[in-house]
């Protein structure tokens, strides 16, 4: 484990709960640390309330024991605030935690607190938000991406190991791929949904497209967060995937120039390739047919392939400038909607970093079902793209 620390400069899940046995850290130690990051990061404005709770009461043989989380201020917790970034709720304590959270409680996380969001989760930039904008602590001139952009602010500047989030357009990949950190969106379903905003109206089609997700350090401590929230056996992928190159995604020509450059080496790790066009064009912002479409889409789309990869920006991204005159959908969902739609697991990680661009993202996306391969296969990625250490 070691020799991880020193490839990537951080430590994982699995190493963090290692020196929590070993006793060279204490969850207190921790909590001390967690609480020291946030203050000197106030100005990335990543939380709208601080929480630190060690919800492990001790018990450090607990999985996520001295493991900092946060939680996107979506999700309810009973006594704390959920506000989803919105003034009609800026005052609204819930009751009950969601059930994310009781499950996150006893696995024994220390919870950080409730990240910052752009209002209502309608919008890709967290520019907007009654609690001020988020920052992105990689690119200061540059959006978080949204709307987890605190989120993916808390993970990518070291205060969070990981980050559970929605994603009904691309609202966990997006911020990641914006703040070079991963961004898993499971196969609908596999996280619950229960207690997000509970007893708010809600709109049918959002309930329907919405994924609880997450934003961690790497594909493997999403695998093993994963893991643990849904009692899934996640390992290292070992038979080389059959991969779809999606031909017909939207991307700007300096994207795409750059994103291909960096795909000799992915595709290295392949079976084999093939290119493959995707629906994008009957991924639409409409719960009718939804279901009808996720269960026809492995047959149509993964019988000669295992995977697709594509990049998960369609263009650079946009300085805080450009995305205040674009408007609150600046960081285009062009390419990641469709596995909303559909339904299907897909996970952002950053590949490589361009000055003008900002971060490039490689984006797998995998069959209905399929969120173990997907895990898997971004695990062996990452260990020819180490990504970028917390805090760089």
Not at 68 to 81: H, N
Not at 130 to 147: E, K, Y
Not at 336 to 365: C, H, M, R, W
Request: aromatic residues 4%; proline residues 7%.
């Amino acid at each position: 484990m070691r020799a991880k620390r020193e490839q990537t400069g951080f430590p994982t899940i699995r190493e963090r709960r290692r020196e929590i046995e070993a006793k060279a850290l204490s969850i207190e130690d921790v909590r001390r640390e967690v609480a020291g990051l946030i203050e000197a990061k106030q100005d990335l404005n990543a939380f709208i309330s601080v929480m630190l709770k060690d919800a492990s009461q001790g018990n450090e043989a607990l999985p996520l024991a001295g493991v900092p989380i946060g939680l996107k201020d979506f999700f309810d917790t009973a006594g704390v605030r959920t506000t989803a970034g919105s003034p009609q709720f800026a005052d609204r304590v819930p009751t009950e935690d969601a059930e994310v959270v009781r499950a996150l409680k006893s696995l024994g996380a220390l919870l950080v607190g409730k990240t910052n969001m752009h209002t209502l989760g309608m919008g890709t930039t967290s520019l907007e938000s009654h609690f001020g904008p988020v920052r992105n602590p990689r690119l200061r001139d540059r959006v978080a991406g949204g709307s987890s952009g605190g989120s993916a602010a808390a993970v990518a500047s070291g205060i969070c190991f990981a980050t559970i989030d929605t994603d009904a357009v691309g609202s966990a990949r997006l911020p990641a791929a914006c703040c070079a950190v991963t961004g898993f969106k499971p196969s609908h379903g596999r996280l619950s949904a229960d207690g997000i905003l509970k007893g708010e109206p809600a709109d049918a089609t959002i309930i329907a497209l919405n994924h609880t997700s997450m934003i961690a350090r790497s594909a493997e401590d999403a695998a093993l967060l994963f893991s643990l929230l849904t009692s899934t056996s996640v390992t290292a992928e070992t038979t080389p995937p059959r991969l779809g190159l999606v031909a017909n995604h939207a991307t700007t020509d300096p994207m795409k120039r750059k994103f291909e450059g960096s795909l000799p080496a992915v595709v290295k790790l392949a079976a084999s390739t093939t290119e493959v066009t995707v629906p994008f064009s009957e991924a639409r912002f409409d719960a009718t047919g939804v279901a009808a479409a996720r269960a026809a889409i492995n047959q149509r789309m993964f019988t000669a392939v295992d995977l697709l990869v594509l990049p998960t920006l369609a263009g650079p991204v946009p300085t805080i400038e450009d995305a205040r005159r674009a408007g609150a959908q600046a960081v285009s969902p062009a390419n990641t909607f469709f596995a909303n739609y559909f339904g299907l697991p897909a996970i952002s990680i950053p590949i490589e970093k361009d000055e003008e661009l900002g971060p490039i993202a490689l984006q797998i996306v995998g069959p209905v079902g399929g969120d173990a391969r997907v895990l898997g296969f971004a695990r062996q990625v990452q260990e020819r793209f180490p990504p970028p250490p917390p805090g760089s």
